[in-house]
């Protein structure tokens, strides 16, 4: 299964691509990801992504289409992969279609996850993620059974630097100008699926299911 999660920040892109992994054994591809890996690690592409994640904004192109052409070269790609968080943009969806092609590959869906707005700042607020393994808490939604530690690995938790009210604010608008428009490309070509994004995780998880078809 060759997968994209378009989705609002906070609309649940990560949540719901750990559960994909869970089931399938397919890697999630997630830009988000891989660029705080490189911001973690100190290195120059970090530190010049930093500067565009601090403010909301995204990170130029060719940095993200470098990375992830790297990514989906690996062997643990041949089976399929989630892309989450990209593509971003129309030149990035135009790049990703021409990067598969001449790897002889083409994707089976893009799967908008639909969340109202108004969820999401609360929803992103509350985020807590693990240092050790990466799962995702809430403090409002989904909380862990001890304060600031994770239940599956005992890691402690953070709150990412751009979860940040002016931050997030600054997402959401680069979100609905740049990243919503990629709903349309998908639909024409005819490989769009949507499934609402709010209620309990597991539910929502079984129409991903569902509507993927592998349910
Ligand atoms: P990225 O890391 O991709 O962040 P994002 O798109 O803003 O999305 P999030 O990770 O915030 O949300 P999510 O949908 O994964 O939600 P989650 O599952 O965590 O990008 C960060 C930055 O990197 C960008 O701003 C940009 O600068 C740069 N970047 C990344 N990719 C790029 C690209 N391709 N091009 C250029 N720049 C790029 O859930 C959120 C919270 O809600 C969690 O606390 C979770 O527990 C909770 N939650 C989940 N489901 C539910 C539910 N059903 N009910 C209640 N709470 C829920
Ligand atoms: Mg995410
Ligand atoms: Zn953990």
Redesign the pocket.
Known sequence: MKLVLLGA??A????Q?KKLIEKFGIPQI?T??LLRAAVAAGTELGKEAKTYMDKGELVPDSVVLGMVQERIKQDDCKEGYIL??FPRNTVQAEALDKMLAELGMSLDAALSVEVPTEDLMKRLTGRRTCAGCNQ?YNIHFQAPAEEGKCDKCSGELFQRDDDKEETITKRLEVYQEQTAPLIDYYREKGILKSVTGTGDIDEIFQNVLQTLGVG
């Open positions: 920040p906070g649940g892109k990560g949540t691509a997630s988000g990801d989450d968080g995702m």
